[in-house]
């Protein structure tokens, strides 16, 4: 079972950047793809980002297009989210998933997809 730790939520006002972290168990981050989504109170957990085993791919929502960007440092077995003009419709538990990957370029946007899943890190947007 791969092991997923995110950190680096908070809060934060609106228009302010965040950087979350998602630290891996074990040498996946070059054979995984990874991404971020993430998830109110009573609601569906809604895509944020994903990135490629590669890292050469990546897919955004629509919502966070142009504001928020996902990388990965393969030394570090980490995935990150910067996160920049934060509103307060960003405002949720994000959590960071994995799952294997055959396909060095290929980007996975349905939770279901995901085999493996961090406990999440609260971001909270002040207006």
């Known amino acids: 079972q791969v092991q997923l730790v995110e950190s680096g939520g908070g809060l934060v006002q609106a228009g302010d950047s965040l950087t979350l972290s998602c630290a891996a168990s074990?040498?996946?981050?070059?054979?995984?793809?990874m991404g971020w989504f993430r998830q109110d109170p009573g609601k569906e957990r809604l895509f944020v980002a994903a990135i490629s085993r590669t890292g050469d791919n990546q897919a955004y929502a629509d919502s966070v297009k142009g504001r928020f960007t996902i990388s990965k440092d393969n030394a570090k077995n980490t995935v990150y989210l910067r996160m920049n003009i934060l509103n307060p419709e960003d405002t949720a538990v994000y959590y960071c998933?994995?799952?294997?990957?055959?396909?060095?370029?290929?980007?996975?946007?349905?939770?279901?997809?995901?085999?493996?899943w961090g406990q999440g890190t609260q971001v909270t947007v002040s207006s």
């Open positions: 074990g040498r996946i981050v070059d054979t995984y793809a």
């Open positions: 998933a994995a799952r294997f990957s055959v396909r060095l370029s290929a980007v996975f946007t349905d939770p279901g997809e995901y085999n493996s």
